[in-house]
């Protein structure tokens, strides 16, 4: 089993800056694929990023120019750097990993998850 944690969600105003943190633990292991998504209000939960285990990364249109993710192995945690942010970009953001060094787009595709952290852009 993998525990995540995610970390870093608050208040921001449009323009700002945020970088969610999510920590791993238990049967952790550098050769997991990760992913960020988003859920926002009355909408299905989204990709925002994904990266393999050999740091290949992968991006929603919507995020690509300003989010990075990124990913310390020695740490066992994934980043997600969020600049420019937009109202658009509210929503709870949520850690995944998957059991394959290879990123995946689906959710279903994931076999872990965090309890996930709140991001609000405000106008």
């Known amino acids: 089993q993998v525990q995540l944690v995610e970390s870093g969600g608050g208040l921001v105003q449009a323009g700002g800056s945020l970088r969610l943190s999510c920590a791993a633990s238990?049967?952790?292991?550098?050769?997991?694929?990760m992913g960020w998504f988003r859920q926002a209000p009355g909408k299905e939960r989204e990709l925002v990023a994904t990266?393999?285990?050999?740091?290949?990364?992968y991006y929603a249109d919507s995020v690509k120019g300003r989010f990075t993710i990124s990913r310390d192995n020695a740490k066992n945690t994934v980043y997600l750097q969020m600049n420019s942010l937009k109202p658009e970009d509210t929503a709870v953001y949520y850690c995944?990993?998957?059991?394959?060094?290879?990123?995946?787009?689906?959710?279903?595709?994931?076999?872990?998850w965090g309890q996930g952290t709140q991001v609000t852009v405000s106008s």
């Open positions: 990266i393999s285990a050999y740091a290949i990364t």
């Open positions: 238990g049967r952790t292991s550098s050769n997991y694929a």
């Open positions: 995944a990993a998957r059991n394959s060094t290879a990123y995946a787009l689906g959710a279903d595709k994931f076999n872990y």
